[in-house]
C-alpha cells in the first residue's frame, strides 16, 4: 500500500473529467436549456406533455413494460444462477461463457434475429405449418408479445451474470449448515439462501428495468404500432425537428426512471424483511 | 453425487437451464443459415442455396463505406476510450482522493441514464458547437459511453493486481513509473485488451447517436437500420451473420485473454 502514496498524478484523470464533462455533463445542460427556452423562456413543452392522454400513455406503457420485463428476467434468471453457482468452477466458467454469447451480439442484430424466428415466414410458423397445426401464418411479429420474447432475451443475461456474482458471495455452508439442523433443501434455500441472494436481484431487475426504459430498437423492430415506447416518441420528435418537446419528453423519462428505480429499492427491502422475518418465526 | 435425494429437482434444473441456453443463443444462430439462400425473400426453410446476399453486400459500395466508417468510428472511440479509461483507473484504484466515491459515481453515471437521453444531449450539443455529421465527434460520443465500461474492467482487474511485486520492484530500485509498468501492467494488460475490445463493439454497434448526429454519412448500425424499416432483404443476413462471427471471435478472444490473465494472478 506504500507504493500508493507516492505518485501524486491526478492530472492523469483529467481527460476523464474532460471527456464527462464536454460529452455528458454539458449536453444534459443543453438538454434541460432545450426544453424550457425556445427561445424564450416556457414551459409550452411540458404543458403539451401532461395535457395530453398520448404522451402519458407512452409513459404508462413504458414504465408498465419495463417492470414487467424486468420481472420475468429475474424470475428466470434467479434458478438459472443458482444452477450456474452450484456446479464446479470449471464448468461455471463455461456456463457464464453460454450465457454471455448473445451479450455479444448488437441488439440491433438480436432484434432482427427474431424477425427472422417469429415472421409471417420466419420459423415457428415454418414449423407450425410444417406438423400441421395451422393453415394460415400465425401473427406473432409486431405485437406486444413478441416485444417482450425478445427484450427478455436480449436483457436476461445481465440479469443472470448480477445474480449469479452476488451468489458467490453467499457461503454455501450456510445451507449445508441448515440441512444438517434438519431443515428440508427447499427450507434451505428459502430461510437460508433466498434472503441472501435477494439483494443481487434486485439490483440485476434495477439494471434490467433502467435499461428497458431507454430501448428503442426493439420495440420499433418486433413491435407494433402501439407499442412505441417513450424512446420512439424522442426520436420521432428529434426527426421532426421538434428538440424542445424531444428535450422534455427525455427530462420525464430520466425523472420518472430514476423514481420508479427509488420505489422499487423500497418495495424490495419491504419484500427482504419480510422474508428475513418468516424465517425467524 | 447421484445419490442425492435432491435428484430429480436437479434434472429439472438442467432441463431448465438447457431451455433457457437455447432461447438465448438459438435465435441468434438461425440468422447464419437463411444468410446462405439465394431468394429474394426471407423465407424458411432456406432454399436456392448460394452466398448471392454476400456478393450484394460486398459488391454495395453504400454497404462497404458504412462498414468501413463504422470501423474507423470503432478503432477511435476505442483507443480514447480505453486510454482515458485506464488512466482514470489509476488515479482512483492507486491514490488515495478525497472525492473518491463521487468521482466514480460520475464516471459511471452515464452507464445508468437511459441511452436516449445522453444521444439527444450529444446531438444537440454537437448542433450548438457547428460539429455534428463529422465522424471524430462521433467517436468521441462513443467513447463517453464506452469508457466507464473500461473504468469497470480494467478496474476490477486493478483489485486483483498482488501490490507486492510493485513493492518488491521499488525496493529492488526501480522508479515509480518503472516499477508499475514492469511489475503492474503486464499483469493488467489482457484485462486493458478485453476492455479495449469491448468497447470498440460499443461504437460499432452504437446507431441512436449516429443516427441523431451523422446526416451526410452512414455508419453500418445506420445502414441496416434503414434497411430494416423498408424491408426485410437476407442482406441483412448476410450482414449479420458475418458481424455475429466477428463478434464471437472478437469478444471470445479477449474472454481467454482475461481469464488467462486471472489463472496466471492466481497461480
Same mark, same amino acid.
Given at each position: 500500500?506504500?507504493?500508493?502514496?507516492?505518485?501524486?498524478?491526478?492530472?492523469?484523470?483529467?481527460?476523464?473529467?474532460?471527456?464527462?464533462?464536454?460529452?455528458?455533463?454539458?449536453?444534459?445542460?443543453?438538454?434541460?436549456?432545450?426544453?424550457?427556452?425556445?427561445?424564450?423562456?416556457?414551459?409550452?413543452?411540458? /404543458?403539451?406533455? %401532461?395535457?395530453?392522454?398520448?404522451?402519458?400513455?407512452?409513459?404508462?406503457?413504458?414504465?408498465?413494460? $419495463?417492470?414487467?420485463?424486468?420481472?420475468?428476467?429475474?424470475?428466470?434468471?434467479?434458478?438459472?444462477?443458482?444452477?450456474?453457482?452450484?456446479?464446479?468452477?470449471?464448468?461455471?466458467?463455461?456456463?457464464?461463457?453460454?450465457?454471455?454469447?448473445?451479450?455479444?451480439?448488437?441488439? *440491433?442484430?438480436?432484434?432482427? =434475429?427474431?424477425?427472422?424466428? *417469429?415472421?409471417?415466414?420466419?420459423?415457428?410458423?415454418?414449423?407450425?405449418?410444417?406438423?400441421?397445426?395451422?393453415?394460415?401464418?400465425?401473427?406473432?411479429?409486431?405485437?406486444?408479445?413478441?416485444?417482450?420474447?425478445?427484450?427478455?432475451?436480449?436483457?436476461?443475461?445481465?440479469?443472470?451474470?448480477?445474480?449469479?456474482?452476488?451468489? /458467490?458471495?453467499?457461503?454455501?455452508?450456510?445451507?449445508?449448515?441448515?440441512?444438517?439442523?434438519?431443515?428440508?433443501?427447499?427450507?434451505?434455500?428459502?430461510?437460508?439462501?433466498?434472503?441472501? $441472494?435477494?439483494?443481487?436481484?434486485?439490483?440485476?431487475?434495477?439494471?434490467?428495468?433502467?435499461?428497458?426504459?431507454?430501448?428503442?430498437?426493439?420495440?420499433?423492430?418486433?413491435?407494433?404500432?402501439?407499442?412505441?415506447?417513450?424512446?420512439?416518441?424522442?426520436?420521432?420528435?428529434?426527426?421532426?425537428?421538434?428538440?424542445?418537446? @424531444? @428535450?422534455?419528453?427525455?427530462?420525464?423519462?430520466?425523472?420518472?426512471?430514476?423514481?420508479?428505480?427509488?420505489?422499487?429499492?423500497?418495495?424490495?427491502?419491504?419484500?427482504?424483511?419480510?422474508?428475513?422475518?418468516?424465517?425467524?418465526? | 453425487?447421484?445419490?442425492?435425494?435432491?435428484?430429480?429437482?436437479?434434472?429439472?434444473?438442467?432441463?431448465?437451464?438447457?431451455?433457457?441456453?437455447?432461447?438465448?443463443?438459438?435465435?441468434?444462430?438461425?440468422?447464419?443459415?437463411?444468410?446462405?439462400?439465394?431468394?429474394?425473400?426471407?423465407? %424458411?426453410?432456406?432454399?436456392?442455396?448460394?452466398? *448471392?446476399?454476400?456478393?450484394?453486400?460486398?459488391?454495395?459500395?453504400?454497404?462497404?463505406?458504412?462498414?468501413?466508417?463504422?470501423?474507423?468510428?470503432?478503432?477511435?472511440?476505442?483507443?480514447?476510450?480505453?486510454?482515458?479509461?485506464?488512466?482514470?483507473?489509476?488515479?482512483?484504484?492507486?491514490?488515495?482522493?478525497?472525492?473518491?466515491?463521487?468521482?466514480?459515481? %460520475?464516471?459511471?453515471?452515464?452507464?445508468?441514464?437511459?441511452?436516449?437521453?445522453?444521444?439527444?444531449?450529444?446531438?444537440?450539443?454537437?448542433?450548438?458547437?457547428?460539429?455534428?455529421?463529422?465522424?471524430?465527434?462521433?467517436? %468521441?460520443?462513443?467513447?463517453?459511453?464506452?469508457?466507464?465500461?473500461?473504468?469497470?474492467?480494467?478496474?476490477?482487474?486493478?483489485?486483483?493486481?498482488?501490490?507486492?511485486?510493485?513493492?518488491? @520492484?521499488?525496493? *529492488?530500485?526501480?522508479?515509480?513509473?518503472?516499477?508499475?509498468?514492469?511489475?503492474?501492467?503486464?499483469?493488467?494488460?489482457?484485462?486493458?485488451?478485453?476492455? =479495449?475490445?469491448?468497447?470498440?463493439?460499443?461504437?460499432?454497434?452504437?446507431?441512436?447517436?449516429?443516427?441523431?448526429?451523422?446526416?451526410?454519412?452512414?455508419?453500418?448500425?445506420?445502414?441496416?437500420?434503414?434497411?430494416?424499416?423498408?424491408?426485410?432483404?437476407?442482406?441483412?443476413?448476410?450482414?449479420?451473420?458475418?458481424?455475429?462471427?466477428?463478434?464471437?471471435?472478437?469478444?471470445?478472444?479477449?474472454?481467454?485473454?482475461?481469464?488467462?490473465?486471472?489463472?496466471?494472478?492466481?497461480?
Amino acid at each position: 500500500m506504500s507504493t500508493k502514496k507516492k505518485i501524486r498524478s491526478t492530472w492523469l484523470l483529467w481527460p476523464a473529467l474532460f471527456m464527462l464533462v464536454a460529452f455528458f455533463l454539458i449536453p444534459t445542460l443543453d438538454i434541460l436549456r432545450a426544453s424550457v427556452y425556445d427561445p424564450e423562456f416556457t414551459t409550452k413543452h411540458f /404543458t403539451k406533455l %401532461f395535457s395530453s392522454n398520448v404522451y402519458l400513455d407512452v409513459l404508462w406503457r413504458t414504465i408498465r413494460l $419495463s417492470c414487467i420485463v424486468a420481472l420475468i428476467c429475474a424470475v428466470i434468471a434467479y434458478p438459472i444462477s443458482y444452477f450456474i453457482v452450484q456446479r464446479p468452477r470449471k464448468q461455471q466458467i463455461f456456463f457464464l461463457f453460454l450465457v454471455f454469447i448473445p451479450l455479444w451480439m448488437s441488439v *440491433l442484430i438480436r432484434s432482427y =434475429a427474431w424477425m427472422v424466428v *417469429l415472421g409471417r415466414e420466419g420459423l415457428i410458423n415454418a414449423i407450425l405449418i410444417g406438423l400441421g397445426f395451422t393453415d394460415a401464418p400465425v401473427k406473432m411479429l409486431f405485437t406486444t408479445g413478441a416485444v417482450y420474447v425478445a427484450m427478455v432475451q436480449i436483457l436476461l443475461p445481465i440479469q443472470i451474470v448480477t445474480c449469479y456474482s452476488a451468489m /458467490t458471495e453467499i457461503d454455501l455452508d450456510l445451507m449445508r449448515a441448515a440441512r444438517i439442523l434438519g431443515a428440508k433443501p427447499w427450507q434451505a434455500i428459502r430461510r437460508v439462501f433466498l434472503p441472501l $441472494s435477494l439483494d443481487g436481484t434486485v439490483t440485476g431487475a434495477i439494471i434490467v428495468f433502467m435499461l428497458s426504459m431507454g430501448f428503442f430498437i426493439t420495440p420499433a423492430l418486433v413491435g407494433g404500432r402501439k407499442d412505441i415506447m417513450m424512446a420512439n416518441l424522442i426520436e420521432f420528435q428529434v426527426n421532426q425537428l421538434n428538440w424542445g418537446f @424531444a @428535450a422534455a419528453i427525455s427530462i420525464v423519462l430520466l425523472i420518472g426512471t430514476v423514481l420508479c428505480v427509488i420505489i422499487i429499492k423500497r418495495l424490495s427491502k419491504i419484500l427482504t424483511g419480510r422474508l428475513v422475518g418468516g424465517g425467524n418465526a | 453425487m447421484n445419490k442425492k435425494p435432491f435428484n430429480l429437482s436437479k434434472f429439472l434444473l438442467i432441463g431448465y437451464f438447457i431451455v433457457i441456453i437455447l432461447y438465448l443463443t438459438f435465435p441468434i444462430f438461425i440468422v447464419i443459415p437463411i444468410s446462405f439462400s439465394n431468394n429474394p425473400f426471407l423465407r %424458411f426453410p432456406p432454399s436456392n442455396l448460394g452466398v *448471392l446476399w454476400y456478393e450484394t453486400y460486398f459488391g454495395d459500395s453504400g454497404w462497404v463505406e458504412a462498414t468501413l466508417l463504422s470501423l474507423k468510428v470503432g478503432l477511435i472511440a476505442c483507443v480514447v476510450s480505453t486510454v482515458v479509461g485506464t488512466l482514470a483507473v489509476l488515479v482512483l484504484e492507486r491514490q488515495w482522493l478525497r472525492s473518491k466515491t463521487l468521482l466514480t459515481y %460520475f464516471i459511471t453515471s452515464p452507464i445508468i441514464v437511459p441511452h436516449i437521453f445522453i444521444s439527444l444531449g450529444m446531438f444537440i450539443f454537437a448542433i450548438r458547437l457547428g460539429i455534428d455529421d463529422n465522424a471524430i465527434t462521433l467517436a %468521441f460520443a462513443h467513447a463517453t459511453i464506452a469508457f466507464p465500461f473500461v473504468f469497470l474492467i480494467v478496474g476490477a482487474s486493478h483489485r486483483q493486481l498482488d501490490p507486492t511485486y510493485e513493492r518488491a @520492484a521499488r525496493v *529492488l530500485g526501480a522508479g515509480p513509473v518503472r516499477a508499475f509498468f514492469s511489475a503492474a501492467f503486464p499483469s493488467l494488460l489482457p484485462g486493458i485488451v478485453a476492455a =479495449a475490445v469491448f468497447s470498440f463493439f460499443v461504437s460499432f454497434d452504437e446507431l441512436i447517436i449516429a443516427e441523431f448526429m451523422m446526416s451526410g454519412q452512414q455508419t453500418l448500425p445506420m445502414r441496416i437500420w434503414a434497411d430494416l424499416k423498408l424491408e426485410m432483404r437476407p442482406t441483412i443476413a448476410a450482414v449479420s451473420s458475418i458481424l455475429i462471427v466477428a463478434s464471437i471471435i472478437g469478444m471470445g478472444a479477449a474472454e481467454i485473454l482475461r481469464r488467462r490473465s486471472v489463472n496466471i494472478s492466481n497461480s
